[in-house]
């Protein structure tokens, strides 16, 4: 097997005396699309803020591509231009129009010119559909173009990998068909990506690999259909037979 | 088990009774106005166009006065009506009645308070036989004070435009160093707490007299080799504000740039934009928005406070009013000198007021 693509070794995280991330072990290898479940406060934003550097870890390693993207020393600029990610609230910059928000870091942080990073800005939104708002606000979106317009602006920076962080949960359902169908766009074009969701159809359908997260731990990893079907750890089980009683499967 | 209703009879109130007290008041309220409309004119000058102006100005006020009668005797009418049609059966109709009246009844009320205080100015500069509108307001003196006035304002305009743009700039530095992350900031950030917590502290008269008289004695450089003392005091004038207001201003800008909600920076930094470009494009842009209202307040507050410079021996308006004031033995200059700066600070209010009005606008709509 190929050297993985995201490789987390024993990555512990407190928040003060918050234990959140007990030994994460995970791989993630290129071309894969890794689900992270799990129940609320279990992790999964953290993890994947802190692959992105966004936050410190105290114990443990993160590489990327071979490289180490945890600790001291490591340019976290640099390594963002390869790891995009995209939040649940989409975090666009309310002051610029939806063109802008794409081509401000390609412009400053990769150093394109305008007219390159406009060029790219507009194929990402003509593949999205959302070429006509390129001169909005994104206040003036609705929250599913607003989801979109966020996933590509990470695109635009051409990372290796995308993590998203339930970028569908501040939705409304039938919003949501929009955003993931972008997702699944994506997967097809063989892009690697780690996500955090509650769609557990979703999660079912797109994912090589699902991860269950159960208290800042991977309570058990495996294929969607084994996961799914016949999970091994009790907590695995009682998760998703909640999520079942819940009717989100 | 559904409780059994305990609502009361339906309740009428025709609003008759205060009505009747409302002619009454509006009545008095009107007559009292009169009063005070004669007193006014029987001590107006005896110059022709002052007489013709003031005529017109006070037949004005007496028929703005009148519009309280009508709304009373409104009030009363509806007020009738409503009472013959509860008496009639006629209940829906009869509260609409009664609520024209109550409504009419409001309008009084609002146009007696603003009357009365009418009164009360017009009884006060008429007192005395209109001395204090002599003190005050001495058209004579008024334009022959003119030409000096304004040479002393534009000395205020140029210290408060001199000193707004310095300040502006200023206290963006020292807001930023404030939220200078890591250790090695912290001295840094220790010197800009302390430096904002002093001038803040510290009355701007007092800065003004150490810095403006104190340098030149101390031999402060640059300014102690100046040669135009003018110019000198001028920039030492500059320097003082500057210190004080920005402090002041520095505070604006840090609640400003930590209104903006932590999201928006994790967004410019996942995206691979240093700490200075998600300041520069993302935090400051957004937070300047907000904080504008609050940045033009102390701009005005500065404007104003351009007139301390005078304690410190340089002729602005406050200045030359008071020569003006000695020379004539009478306070119309220094009257004059308030116009000057209202004539600056109420369009700039205004437009602080629209800004405000607009934002929530904006903000309640989306
Ligand atoms: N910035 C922070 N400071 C302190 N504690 C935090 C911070 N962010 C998260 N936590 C804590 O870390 C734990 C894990 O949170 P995290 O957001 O990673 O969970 P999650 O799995 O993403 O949950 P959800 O499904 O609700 O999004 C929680 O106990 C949370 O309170
Ligand atoms: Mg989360």
Known sequence: ?249 | MVPSSTRTAPHFSSNRVKSIIGVFAALGIESLLIYALHQYWSTVGLLDTARAVALGLLIAIGLFGMSGCWYASRALIHAQRADKQWRAGHHQAARIDAEESRTHLASLAGIGLAILIVVFLLLFTSANGGKIRQVFLNGDFLSRSRPALLRGFWLNIKIFVTAQVLVTIWALLVAIVRQLPGRGAAPVRLLAVIYSDVFRGVPAVIVIYAVVLGFPLAGVPPFADMQDKDLQRFWLAVLALVLVYGAYVSEVYRAGIESIHWSQTAGARSLGLSQWQTYRHVIVPQAVRRILPPLLNDFIALQKDTALVSFAGLVDIVGQSNLLKNRFFNLTPVFGAALLFLAVTIPFTRFLDYLIRRDQARTQAG
């Open chain 1, 1 to 249: 097997m190929t050297e993985p693509f995201i490789e987390i070794k024993q990555v512990h995280k407190w928040f003060g005396e918050n234990h959140v991330l007990q030994g994460i072990d995970l791989e993630v290898h290129e071309h894969e699309v890794v689900c992270l479940i799990g129940p609320s406060g279990c992790g999964k934003s953290t993890l994947l803020r802190c692959i992105n550097a966004l936050e410190p870890i105290q114990e443990g390693s993160i590489r990327v591509d071979g490289e180490q993207a945890s600790g001291r020393g490591v340019d976290v600029n640099w390594l963002r231009q390869d790891v995009g990610i995209v939040f649940q609230s989409y975090n666009l910059f309310p002051h610029m129009t939806v063109l802008r928000n794409i081509t401000l870091a390609p412009i400053k942080a990769l150093g394109l010119s305008k007219s390159e990073a406009t060029d790219r800005a507009m194929t990402l939104l003509k593949r999205i559909g959302l070429d006509n708002k390129a001169n909005d606000y994104p206040d003036r979106l609705s929250g599913g173009q607003q989801q979109r317009v966020a996933i590509a602006r990470a695109l635009a920076m051409r990372p290796r990998v995308m993590l998203l962080d339930e970028i569908t949960s501040a939705l409304d359902p039938e919003l949501v068909h929009e955003v993931l169908n972008m997702v699944r766009e994506l997967a097809a074009d063989g892009m690697t990506m780690l996500l955090a969701t509650h769609e557990m159809g979703f999660a079912k359908e797109v994912s090589s690999r699902v991860c269950f997260l159960y208290q800042g731990k991977v309570e058990e990893i495996a294929e969607p259909q084994e996961i799914f079907s016949s999970p091994k750890s009790a907590h695995t089980q009682r998760f998703l037979k909640s999520i079942i009683e819940a009717g989100r499967l």
